[in-house]
Every structure is written in structure tokens, then in C-alpha cells.
């Protein structure tokens, strides 16, 4: 009788290391992801050195510290997201890694439409620039709604005690911001603070599906 116990044992054991790596080597891309954010933050270099001048540039530079701070918010939300997932995922096969790799694909190019939006949103290619960044938003959405499928599209991946309810609450969360994400592109080309407004908002929207969760 005890021989099998000691087999589901073993078993359940090799499969949580599985996860568990593969969640620490996500993290590590999560942690990668905001730690480009900070690097892009430069200090002001200045013609003329004073109190007056140091002031001026550094509030000068207030879009790169709003687009910083709103990806910084996005990465960590995404992050929470992800643990999300990870939750009911009980081991990994090879399209669950790829899909996972698309996923931090997305996390890890964070920086760049951050810093694109942080030089052109005061410009006359902010629209693209907005653009740039909400539309990067909807592949990363994407991205992690294949996550999800991929996972929930194979019981063999899932967690015994996971429920139908719990998939459709993550897929529910997931689904329902993609068109938001799209009208926020769609709209940069009409007025770019609604653009901005837009993807800044969503992290209210965000926090209260995570919390549910």
C-alpha cells in the first residue's frame, strides 16, 4: 500500500521543481524588465551648472518619469498576472514553454515602447508614439490569453482541485481588456491623452480582477 503513496509522491515532487523553475527563470525576466525601466532614466546634462538649471531639466524630463512609473505599474500587474497562471498549472510540456517564452518576450521589450513614448509624446509623432505603446499592449495581452488557452486547452497541465469557474475568471479578466487596448490604439490617432489616459486607467481595472482572483 505504501509503494504507490511513495510513487505519487515522487511524482508530485518532479512536478512542482518543473514549475518552479521555470516560474523562477520568469521571474528573473520580470525582474530584468524593470530594472531596464530605471536604466533609461537618465541624469540631465546641463550647459550651464546651477540649482536653477538642474531644477528645470529635471522637471523638464517629467515624460519620462510618467511613462517610467506607468510601465513600471504595467510590468508589476502583468507579473501578478502571471503568478496568476501559475497558480493552476500543475506541470509544463513543450507549447506551454513556448507560449510562457512568447509571454516574456513581450515583458523583457517593455522598455522600449516606454522610452519611445517618454521622447515622442510632446511631439508632433506623439500619436504614433502613443499608438506604439497601447499596440504593445495588445500583443502582450494576447500573448498571455494564448498562455492561458494553452493551459486550460490541456487538463493533463491543470491542478486537480482547479475549477471551471477559476479558468473562466482568468480568461474573463484577460479577454475583456483586449478591446480596450484596441480602442486606446485606434484613438491615439484622435487625441493622444485619451490614449494615455487610457492605459494609465486600466490599472485600476487590473487591481480589481487581480484582486478577485
Known sequence: MRQPFVCWRIV????EKETSRIEAFSDGVFAIALTLLAIDLKAPVLETISNTSLTAAIAARWTEYFAFFNSFVVVLLMWISHHGIFKIVRKTNTRFMLANGLVLFFVAAVSYPTSVLAKYILTD????????YAGYSVIANVAFIMLLRV????????KNNVSDDEIRKLSRGLTMALPIYIAATLLAFVNVWITVSIT?????????ILKNE
Open 12 to 15: 508530485k515532487i518532479m512536478n
Open 125 to 132: 509623432a506623439a500619436p504614433a508614439a502613443a499608438a506604439f
Open 200 to 208: 494609465t486607467l486600466l490599472w485600476v481595472y487590473w487591481a480589481v
Open 151 to 158: 493551459v486550460s486547452g490541456n487538463k493533463n497541465l491543470l
